[in-house]
């Protein structure tokens, strides 16, 4: 049967900095290269918050938020051969054609073949799937997973064992992929090799499970909010220190902790001042700092030259460099063979409807991840 227009439960951001809206949108069937998704869970994510602070220089409205979801396919358009219906998928705001200059390139996971579309909120033929009333509803970073509904480019799925459940892999669609394969791809920590995570929230704490994975020998956890400490611990992080009680730079305390400073460090907040301090606490001549945290329109990095000179190296992850259609699936059969755990990232589940609650609890520094189930 030819698919049809699909009426579909979503919140909308309507404008930056106001609360998002239960609507009934209109869902486009999927044009060619393009398959719908009943979404059947998503994680909240920092990045949704920031954009819809208003903070992000890319950020659209109206627009449907969220980017870390658990989905099965429901239609699939024309041409469409990778995946079909009834496959259960995670959407990729970071795709993988294979074809495009970054996926041949073998050195990034940045593929571009969309890039242009996707960061004006449209799909690839440079229109949108939703609406409301015949007012165009824009995308978010090609997934907008705060629907039932969504619309995808094939590439932009990875296709996951059936057996996984999507409530709890929803979260590698972004957090705990990101942190964790910053710590595997990006840095590449070694056995032994100290690190230090700036900020616990779902990003930082798997980069502290990917770092106790490496087995690294030392992992220094760094928050203001010290009611993280607890699960920090648990997931392996060896000190937990709070800027706060020391009267001196915290790059200084690290450094004097660790006869030098950190082999590797992550800055998982957004804060140019602690990217700062992330880049400096790292040990002469061959300390690298990873930046992860999204900073906002208009903010930039300083340090002196002379800390680079001294062959520091500051570098950056998106999606933990992982190429989600080749590589998201292996995390997920990973997850379940157990080598690591999601439940504990779970403080909060609820339903679509209460996504705003989810923004509160994550700005009171309540919540790691909140869970929405369809
Ligand atoms: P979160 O809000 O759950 O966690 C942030 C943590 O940082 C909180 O525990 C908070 O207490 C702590 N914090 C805030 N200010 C601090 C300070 N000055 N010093 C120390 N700790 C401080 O956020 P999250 O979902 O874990 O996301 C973290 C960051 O990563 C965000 O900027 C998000 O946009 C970004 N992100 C980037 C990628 C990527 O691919 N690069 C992917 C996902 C998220
Ligand atoms: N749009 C923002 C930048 C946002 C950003 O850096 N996004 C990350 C993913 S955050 C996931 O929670 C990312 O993948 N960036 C690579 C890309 O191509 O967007 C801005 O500053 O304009
Ligand atoms: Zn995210
Ligand atoms: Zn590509």
Redesign the pocket.
């Known amino acids: 049967p030819t698919p049809q227009v699909l009426k579909s439960k979503a919140a909308v951001a309507w404008a930056a900095g106001q609360p998002l809206s239960m609507e009934v949108v209109d869902v486009m069937p999927p044009q060619a290269g393009e398959v719908r998704i009943k979404m059947v869970a998503t994680g909240v994510?920092h990045?949704d918050a920031f954009t819809l602070s208003g903070d992000?220089?890319?950020g659209i409205f109206p627009a449907i938020l969220g980017?870390e979801g658990g989905g099965i396919v429901e239609s699939i358009g024309e041409g469409v051969t990778s995946v079909k219906v009834g496959d259960h998928v995670i959407p990729l705001?970071?795709p993988e054609c294979g074809e495009c200059k970054f996926c041949q390139s073998g050195k990034t996971n940045?593929c571009q073949k969309i890039?242009e579309t996707q960061g004006k909120g449209l799909m690839p033929d440079g229109t949108t799937r939703f609406s409301k009333d015949g007012q165009p509803i824009y995308h978010y970073m090609g997934t907008s997973t705060f629907s039932e509904y969504t619309v995808l480019p094939e590439i932009a799925v990875a296709k996951v064992n059936p057996e996984a459940p999507l409530e709890e892999v929803c979260l590698l669609g972004?957090g705990v992929t990101?942190g964790m394969g910053a710590v595997a791809n990006t840095a590449n920590v070694q056995p032994g090799d100290t690190v230090a995570v700036f900020g616990l929230g779902g990003i930082g704490l798997s980069a502290i499970i990917g770092s106790a994975m490496a087995k690294a020998g030392r992992i220094i956890a760094i928050d203001i909010n010290e009611s993280k400490f607890e699960l920090a611990r648990k997931l392996g992080a060896t000190d937990c220190i709070n800027p706060k009680d020391f009267d001196k730079p915290i790059q200084e305390v690290i450094v004097e902790m660790t006869d030098g400073g950190v082999d590797y460090s992550f800055e998982c907040i957004g804060n140019v001042h602690v990217m700062r301090s992330a880049l400096e606490c790292c040990h002469k001549g061959w300390g690298e700092s990873v930046i992860i945290g999204?900073a906002g329109a208009g903010q930039e990095i300083a340090t002196r030259p002379f800390q680079l000179v001294t062959g520091r190296v500051w570098k950056g992850s998106?999606?933990g460099g992982v190429k989600g259609r080749s590589q998201l699936p292996e995390y997920v059969e990973r997850y379940m063979a157990g080598e690591f755990k999601l439940d504990d990232f779970i403080t909060h589940t609820m339903s679509l409807e209460q996504v705003n609650k989810a923004f509160d609890l994550m700005h009171e520094g309540k919540s790691i991840r909140t869970v929405i189930h369809f």
């Open positions: 994510c990045t992000d220089p890319e980017h705001y970071t940045l890039r972004c990101t999204v998106a999606f």
